[in-house]
């Protein structure tokens, strides 16, 4: 089974971009039929999906935040990665990397805070 | 606003069989499998119910699930301490071409 491990950094600053990286290890990223997704869940709210990606880089996001995503894959490392712009105090949360088996989360990372703070 | 519907809260005490709805619509309940996620507190989230009430490897059967048409059910029987968590229902939907959660239920084993 895979293991995801979140990494970047804790605070961003209100209009900047926010990016945060999912290395994944005991499986192979381009592995056929998965998807490698975002989730995110502020503080004391539920979860919200952000957007998915396949290996060839075909993406999914989600419509509410589609216009400020994107989410790239690097094969040669074995990552995927988010970039959100123009982030808000509202944008504060922790962010999930998952696997995504066709629009089933498995797998989670433990998660990583982000807050959204001059 | 969620697109799935779920009660905020529900409770039992120890031995229960407590249930949990998830209100959906044909575009996503109606038309897809619905998953079920356990998050213990200052956890991530777990996948506990797959399918058609399937469980990944480790989940008792005191888990399990039920769908008819755009609603679906995750259902709890002898309920244990370490049940307490949320409970966050999902599914694909079509026409926003994403996953769609529900708002979550909090469980509390009095």
């Known amino acids: 089974q895979p293991q995801l491990q979140e990494s970047g950094p804790g605070l961003v600053k209100p209009s900047e971009t926010l990016s945060l990286t999912c290395t994944v290890s005991?499986?192979?990223?381009?592995?056929?039929?998965?998807?490698w997704g975002w989730i995110r869940q502020p503080p004391g709210k539920g979860l919200e999906w952000i957007g998915s990606i396949y290996y060839s880089g075909v993406t999914y996001y989600s419509p509410s935040l589609k216009s400020r995503v994107t989410i790239s894959v690097d094969t040669s490392k074995n990552q995927f990665s988010l970039k959100l712009s123009s982030v808000t105090a509202a944008d504060t949360a922790v962010y999930y990397c998952a696997h995504d088996n066709i629009g089933t989360i498995d797998y989670w990372g433990q998660g990583t805070l982000v807050t959204v703070s001059s | 606003q969620s697109v799935l519907t779920q009660p905020p809260s529900a409770s039992g005490t120890p031995g229960q069989r407590v249930t949990i709805s998830c209100s959906g619509s044909s575009s996503n309940i109606g038309s897809n499998i619905v998953n079920w996620y356990q998050q213990l507190p200052g956890t991530a989230p777990k996948l506990l119910i797959y399918?058609?009430?399937q469980r990944p490897s480790g989940v008792p059967d005191r888990f399990s699930d039920s769908k008819s048409g755009t609603s679906a059910s995750l259902a709890i029987s002898g309920l244990q301490s370490e049940d307490e968590a949320d409970y966050y229902c999902?599914?694909?939907?079509?026409?926003?071409?994403?996953?769609?959660f529900g708002g979550g239920t909090k469980l509390t084993v009095l």
């Open positions: 399918g058609n009430n």
């Open positions: 005991g499986g192979s990223i381009s592995s056929n039929n998965y998807y």
């Open positions: 999902a599914a694909w939907d079509d026409s926003l071409d994403g996953v769609v």
